[in-house]
């Protein structure tokens, strides 16, 4: 009895390791409090998009004021109905700011006058809206065609 359990642990140690360390070639230490991040500024690729038209990409300024690196999971979420807008993905950050890609879901669209939206972060498994420097909001333009900038 006691030789099987000793698989067992091991396996769940491996499980509940994973998620404090993500290993992509060197071995980067999860975000966790110490790091804190703010989101300084949020563009969209077109801007402005027309009607029915596909995002090709967000880019997001994200300042980091941890004492080093740090890796977490990053995604875009509209805050009215909680719609996700850019699939969960893997970031590394370094201190001081970051530019970062993300990619959208290809099926969303545009259709009321105002979309707002949050970048969340999954911090010591928790994923929780990042503090940004202001609400990023894209905004009907006229003409059915909307903009992030202001």
Request: proline share 5%; glycine share 8%; hydrophobic share 35%.
């Amino acid at each position: 009895m006691q030789k099987s359990k000793l698989p067992l642990l091991t396996g769940l140690a491996i499980t509940l390791l994973q998620g404090c360390v993500i290993q992509d070639g060197d071995h980067w230490a999860a975000c966790d409090r110490g790091h804190r991040l703010q989101v300084v500024d949020l563009d969209m690729s077109p801007d402005p998009v027309a009607d029915g038209q596909r995002i090709n990409q967000f880019r997001v300024s994200l300042r980091s004021d941890g004492s080093g690196e740090c890796a977490t999971h990053l995604l875009i979420r509209e805050t009215q109905g909680n719609d996700l807008i850019a699939a969960e993905r893997v970031y590394r950050l370094r201190p001081g700011m970051n530019q970062i890609r993300v990619e959208p879901d290809g099926r969303y669209r545009f259709s009321r006058q105002e979309h707002c939206f949050n970048v969340i972060a999954n911090i010591e498994n928790t994923p929780r809206p990042v503090d940004a420097a202001r609400r990023f909001c894209a905004r009907e333009v006229g003409g059915r065609r909307w903009s992030l900038n202001p």
